[in-house]
């Protein structure tokens, strides 16, 4: 719980346990990129695992499973409600655990995400046209979802046909 305020009072979007019995790595997602915060012996993974069955108000017992695509709410740093998802992935000994933040407070422009001048560009003609087709892939955690919001911002002045299709797997 200390780690995940952490996060949210150094703006990441996003905080990854990774490991297995013999180390757990957590990291914190910081403008788009993953930065690893500590190494820790695999020894700590059952009382990570407590610790965020505790928050989930999940019985200690429950297991990681029942984490997944739980939804906290909490305050952040200004005292602005957030929002924790959690989503996991164990496979044998080893496991995943990802908390997204989503804090309402924090937006990003096109120009806050480290997009090529031309990829920019053309991604601001497409949104003043307000017209055609636009299809958004990318694997887990790699802002399909920031690039759309920062898309949806420009476009906020009339109501656009949108589309959103997920699998998560």
């Known amino acids: 719980p200390a780690l995940l305020g952490n996060a949210v009072q150094w703006s990441a979007d996003a905080v990854r346990f990774e490991g297995n019995t013999k180390e757990l790595v957590v990291a914190f997602r910081l403008d788009g990129a993953w930065r690893v915060l500590l190494r820790l012996p695999g020894a700590v993974r059952p009382d990570l695992i407590a610790s965020?069955?505790?928050?989930?108000?999940?019985?200690?017992?429950q297991g990681l499973d029942s984490l997944d695509d739980r939804r906290l709410a909490t305050r952040g740093?200004?005292?602005?409600?957030?929002?924790?998802?959690l989503e996991t992935l164990s496979m044998g000994p080893a496991c995943r655990i990802t908390v997204t933040i989503r804090d309402p407070s924090r937006r990003f422009g096109l120009d806050d995400l480290g997009l090529s001048p031309e990829l920019g560009r053309r991604l601001r003609q497409w949104t003043a046209a307000r017209q055609?087709?636009?299809?958004?892939?990318?694997?887990?955690?790699?802002?399909?979802?920031?690039?759309?919001?920062?898309?949806?911002?420009?476009?906020a002045g009339y109501r656009p046909s949108a589309m959103l299709l997920h699998d998560p797997v």
């Open 52 to 61: 965020l069955l505790t928050l989930a108000g999940l019985e200690a017992d």
């Open 77 to 85: 740093g200004t005292g602005s409600p957030v929002v924790l998802a």
């Open 132 to 155: 055609g087709l636009l299809l958004v892939v990318g694997g887990s955690d790699s802002g399909r979802t920031t690039l759309l919001r920062a898309l949806a911002a420009r476009m």
